[in-house]
């Protein structure tokens, strides 16, 4: 009892003053009126002193558990906020104290702002985070050509909810944007050509986009496919039509270099030309410069091809009539330039040939065309000695004029028109003179001609190198016979101009009688001096042209008599002086 008075006395103070302390004094008065014995007081009051003890243990236990429930939360606080920051990539957030200061309670009560306002921000990341991952996930989607698929549900890192994170996101987002763009304008592109090439090619673009990928017509309402294999297939569909395109040019080129060529053969009428003139004007134009819609559709390629054909028909029944003008062409050609002209004989075969239907007629035509394009060559080649022989040609004939001139007695008599044979005489003396350094010109000219082109230059079958070289050999006697008979000439010249002069004498006017004499002596002179000038032509040929000149008789054929007779004429140069 005395264990037990000890506290109740330390304690009898405070609990006079308490509902408790009331309760065990008025237990006691009544104790006192009971009579109650001391053992069952100390036995109630042990009782009371037990059930406090378990009344505070309980209070104590409580305290303790709510003391270390405080200190759990302040952890679980302090550690969610020190996760937050590192989630979120923050060293600190301004306002939290940095030291613990005070109960736990207000230890707790100072960080709770703090780490609500950390799950406000981190609720906003996460936000972030799913709004850019998500815009990645379906542009992603769109650029593999997946668009059509469910989005799938995007999981964020909680663990990484950084700045510098979200910015790799929005760098990876940024770049998948403008890869998205790119290949839209890929898209567009590709779809822009498809649209173009079927204009000019005649075709229902909208036909072949749908065969490609339906999302890629407008009218379809949904997101165009981007994908890898959509730009595969845009790419092939792409290069089929531009490789159809060129074939079809290819083919238009043939035809209507065919056309033209048969047009040209047989003179076809311009109202037959004109409905196929835009094929004509493709031969000129590349691939890439045709752009005009419906210019290579399938429908001119088959009129082309038909009315190619009909040509072709109507050129078979018209063979003969071609044929004829292109030996018209060619025997011009020849005649022209003096070459060989193909013999009628082998003609006749060939169009007998025809009428049986035994060649075929684009190799006649085509063999004509060869055998123009050589004769055209061969007459270029031949041209500059051509325009030298037909000037020997003039001037041979002004030659033989002048000789038929002199024997004219009468040449100098008075009368209309003598003149002008004396000036014409006097352009001949001229023209007579340069004939040596023509001649001359025309050997080098002809034999440099057959040296580059190994073989004989045969004019109208003659080789022209004896004809030159005959010429200088006749040249040179006709000289040799004029110095012989050049003292006798002069004495009967000056025996007429005696004469003439006594004629003249008995004439009462002086103007007559000067003029003869005048004239007479300028022929004199002129003949001298055209000998003399033939004279030193001679000896200024080389020391072998005599002999040269018999080898080139020797080669004349027995048909070129009338080609001698052109050139030398009459021979005969000194029968007139005797």
Same mark, same amino acid.
């Given at each position: 009892? %005395?264990?037990?008075?000890?506290?109740? %006395?330390?304690?009898?103070?405070?609990?006079?003053?308490?509902?408790?302390?009331?309760?065990?004094?008025?237990?006691?008065?009544?104790?006192? !009126?009971?009579? !109650?014995?001391?053992?069952?007081?100390? &036995?109630?009051?042990?009782? $009371?002193?037990?059930?406090?003890?378990?009344?505070?243990?309980?209070?104590?236990?409580?305290?303790?558990?709510?003391?270390?429930?405080?200190?759990?939360?302040?952890?679980?606080?302090?550690?969610?906020?020190?996760?937050?920051?590192?989630?979120?990539?923050?060293?600190?957030?301004?306002?939290?104290?940095?030291?613990?200061?005070? +109960?736990?309670? !207000?230890?707790?009560?100072?960080?709770?702002?703090?780490?609500?306002?950390?799950?406000?921000? &981190?609720?906003?990341?996460?936000?972030?985070?799913?709004?850019?991952? %998500?815009?990645?996930?379906?542009?992603?989607?769109?650029?593999?050509?997946?668009?059509?698929?469910?989005?799938?549900?995007?999981?964020?890192?909680?663990?990484?909810?950084?700045?510098?994170?979200?910015?790799?996101?929005?760098?990876?987002?940024?770049?998948?944007?403008?890869?998205?763009?790119?290949? $839209?304008?890929?898209?567009?592109?590709?779809?822009?050509?498809?649209?173009?090439?079927?204009?000019?090619?005649? &075709?229902?673009?909208?036909?072949?986009?749908?065969?490609?990928?339906?999302?890629?017509?407008?009218?379809?309402?949904?997101? &165009?496919?981007?994908?890898?294999?959509?730009?595969?297939?845009?790419?092939?569909?792409?290069? +089929? $039509?531009? /490789?159809?395109?060129?074939?079809?040019?290819?083919?238009?080129?043939?035809?209507?270099?065919?056309?033209?060529?048969?047009?040209?053969?047989?003179?076809?009428?311009?109202?037959?030309?004109?409905? =196929?003139?835009?094929?004509?004007?493709?031969?000129? $134009?590349?691939?890439?410069?045709?752009?005009?819609?419906?210019?290579?559709?399938?429908?001119?390629?088959?009129?082309? /091809?038909?009315?190619?054909?009909?040509?072709?028909?109507?050129?078979?029944?018209?063979?003969?009539?071609? =044929?004829?003008?292109?030996? /018209?062409?060619?025997?011009?050609?020849?005649?022209?330039?003096?070459?060989?002209?193909?013999?009628?004989?082998?003609?006749?075969?060939?169009?007998?040939?025809?009428?049986? %239907?035994?060649?075929?007629?684009?190799?006649?035509?085509?063999?004509?065309?060869?055998?123009?394009?050589?004769?055209?060559?061969?007459?270029?080649?031949?041209? +500059?000695?051509?325009?030298?022989?037909?000037?020997?040609?003039?001037?041979?004939?002004?030659?033989?004029?002048?000789?038929?001139?002199?024997?004219?007695?009468?040449?100098?008599?008075?009368?209309?028109?003598?003149?002008?044979?004396?000036?014409?005489?006097?352009?001949?003396?001229?023209?007579?003179?340069?004939?040596?350094?023509?001649?001359?010109?025309?050997?080098?000219?002809?034999?440099?001609?057959? !040296?580059?082109?190994?073989?004989?230059?045969?004019?109208?079958?003659?080789?022209?190198?004896?004809?030159?070289?005959?010429?200088?050999?006749?040249?040179?006697?006709? /000289?040799?016979?004029?110095?012989?008979?050049?003292?006798?000439?002069?004495?009967?010249?000056?025996?007429?101009?005696?004469?003439?002069?006594?004629?003249?004498?008995?004439?009462?006017?002086?103007?007559?009688?000067?003029?003869?004499?005048?004239?007479?002596?300028?022929?004199?002179?002129? +003949?001298?001096?055209?000998?003399?000038?033939?004279?030193?032509?001679?000896?200024?040929?080389?020391?072998?042209?005599?002999?040269?000149?018999?080898?080139?008789?020797?080669?004349?054929?027995?048909?070129?008599?009338?080609?001698?007779?052109?050139?030398?004429?009459?021979?005969? =140069?000194?029968?007139?002086?005797?």
């Amino acid at each position: 009892m %005395g264990s037990f008075q000890t506290p109740i %006395g330390m304690r009898s103070s405070t609990l006079l003053e308490t509902s408790c302390g009331f309760l065990l004094q008025e237990l006691q008065i009544i104790w006192d !009126e009971v009579g !109650e014995d001391k053992f069952e007081r100390e &036995k109630v009051l042990l009782d $009371l002193e037990q059930e406090c003890l378990e009344v505070y243990r309980r209070k104590v236990d409580r305290a303790n558990i709510s003391r270390a429930r405080l200190h759990q939360e302040l952890a679980e606080a302090e550690a969610e906020f020190t996760h937050l920051l590192l989630s979120l990539g923050e060293r600190s957030l301004p306002g939290r104290p940095e030291k613990r200061a005070g +109960s736990l309670k !207000e230890q707790l009560d100072s960080i709770t702002p703090a780490l609500q306002e950390m799950r406000l921000r &981190k609720e906003e990341r996460l936000n972030q985070f799913r709004a850019v991952q %998500g815009q990645i996930q379906k542009n992603s989607a769109e650029i593999g050509g997946n668009s059509d698929n469910e989005p799938s549900n995007i999981v964020v890192n909680e663990n990484d909810l950084s700045l510098k994170r979200l910015e790799e996101y929005q760098n990876e987002l940024q770049r998948l944007y403008n890869e998205k763009n790119e290949r $839209l304008q890929q898209v567009e592109k590709y779809i822009d050509m498809i649209h173009s090439l079927s204009t000019i090619l005649g &075709k229902d673009s909208s036909a072949i986009i749908m065969e490609v990928h339906p999302s890629l017509n407008d009218l379809c309402g949904i997101t &165009k496919n981007i994908g890898d294999t959509t730009l595969d297939k845009l790419n092939i569909t792409v290069e +089929s $039509l531009f /490789e159809e395109k060129k074939n079809r040019l290819d083919k238009l080129h043939h035809l209507g270099k065919a056309l033209s060529n048969l047009w040209n053969l047989m003179d076809t009428p311009y109202s037959e030309r004109h409905p =196929f003139s835009h094929v004509i004007h493709l031969l000129s $134009l590349s691939s890439a410069e045709v752009t005009d819609p419906g210019s290579l559709t399938l429908e001119i390629v088959q009129q082309t /091809e038909a009315e190619v054909k009909r040509l072709d028909q109507l050129k078979a029944s018209k063979m003969k009539e071609l =044929f004829q003008k292109k030996q /018209e062409e060619l025997e011009l050609i020849c005649k022209k330039s003096h070459v060989e002209i193909p013999s009628r004989e082998e003609m006749n075969n060939i169009i007998n040939l025809i009428n049986s %239907g035994e060649i075929d007629h684009s190799d006649l035509l085509l063999s004509m065309d060869e055998q123009i394009s050589r004769a055209k060559e061969e007459a270029s080649s031949r041209k +500059s000695i051509m325009e030298k022989v037909e000037k020997w040609m003039l001037a041979r004939d002004e030659e033989r004029w002048l000789e038929e001139y002199s024997r004219d007695e009468n040449r100098y008599s008075v009368s209309r028109g003598a003149h002008k044979n004396l000036r014409r005489a006097e352009r001949a003396r001229i023209m007579v003179s340069r004939i040596p350094a023509l001649v001359d010109m025309l050997i080098k000219m002809t034999r440099s001609w057959e !040296e580059e082109r190994n073989k004989v230059f045969l004019y109208d079958q003659v080789p022209l190198m004896a004809i030159l070289e005959e010429y200088n050999l006749l040249r040179r006697e006709k /000289e040799e016979d004029m110095k012989r008979q050049q003292p006798w000439e002069k004495k009967r010249i000056q025996s007429q101009v005696v004469e003439l002069d006594n004629t003249y004498t008995s004439r009462p006017t002086t103007s007559s009688r000067r003029l003869p004499s005048r004239s007479l002596n300028g022929a004199l002179d002129s +003949s001298v001096i055209m000998n003399r000038r033939l004279s030193m032509g001679i000896q200024q040929l080389p020391s072998n042209s005599i002999n040269s000149g018999n080898q080139g008789l020797s080669n004349i054929k027995d048909g070129s008599n009338a080609l001698r007779k052109k050139i030398f004429g009459d021979l005969a =140069f000194t029968s007139h002086m005797r």
